[in-house]
């Protein structure tokens, strides 16, 4: 670098030529010239100097403006005309197939399958509509008397009575159903929350060599806010897959996703009591939830509750 006076500096290698200044030095400055030099002058180069452009080089300072300073902007217009054509074309195209459809001549539809419609020979109201059959509509069994789906009691078999809700077959009220638990106020509340709609119930007894008990209930929930039925089984199936020596074994239903028949293997034993073994099956059509309890006073066949479960749940 060369000063005016004929001395030299340091090159500065890294400053492109076109943006290379020429110094000057204090002694050197025009009479009345400001020791700062002036913003804008072709001196200093800085904030809109002809050599440095406008915060950077000339190189940097992008093309040049339009008239009226105005700096046009191609990817915008572009896309924007892009996006016009693809709408046109895309109404264009709706528009001409709209018109050509209009021109042709209408498809003639095919036969009817059934060219002889048969209609009932007296025809319904106008504002009632034909009943459906059981075999359509699973709520026509469902929605009638509920006792008439349990099973009928085996021959050589006598009604049991027991604690709460008599002797035979009937039904039971909710605070019936939770008095003959563990935990009657809990059981109560849950089967209102569930909205627990009725139950039916059937029981007997064998009194042959081996004392049997079975008793059948069936539960019918609404359905409607909750599903009562499902929160039932799977708690009362949680509560009969535990033992106090831990899992109890179980079996599937025939014809049940879920049906199962639990067998614990160890006798309910009371003081002056003999032992008593029991089963138990549990299964759920929609809203109804199956439960059926067995105790004998010797280990119980489990083919026997099975082959009762099943019936029961064809029942239904």
Known sequence: MTFPDGTSGPQAADDPPTTRLTPIRPDTRPPGASPYGTFGSPAQGAFGSTAQGTYGTAAD?????????????????????????????????????????????????????????????????????????????????????????????????????????GEGAGWLAPYEVAAGTGAPEEVLTFMLENGLRRTAFTAWRNEGDTESVVMINLYQFRNDATAGSVDYLENQQLYSSLGPGGRVPAVSLKGSADGMAYFPEEPFQEAGVPPLYQGMALARRGDIVMEIYQIESSPLEQKDLKKLAERQLERL
């Open 61 to 165: 300072a992008g093309p040049a403006p339009e008239a009226g300073g105005r700096t046009r902007r191609r990817g915008k217009r572009t896309a924007l005309l892009l996006a016009a054509a693809v709408l046109a074309g895309a109404l264009g195209g709706v528009t001409y197939g709209y018109f050509e459809q209009a021109g042709n001549p209408p498809t003639p539809l095919p036969p009817l399958n059934q060219p002889g419609l048969a209609h009932p020979d007296k025809p319904l109201p106008a504002d009632e509509a034909e009943p459906l059959s059981a075999a359509q509509d699973r709520r026509v069994k469902t929605d009638g008397d509920l006792r008439e789906l349990l099973v009928s009691r085996p021959d050589g078999t006598v009604d049991a009575e027991i604690d709460i809700g």
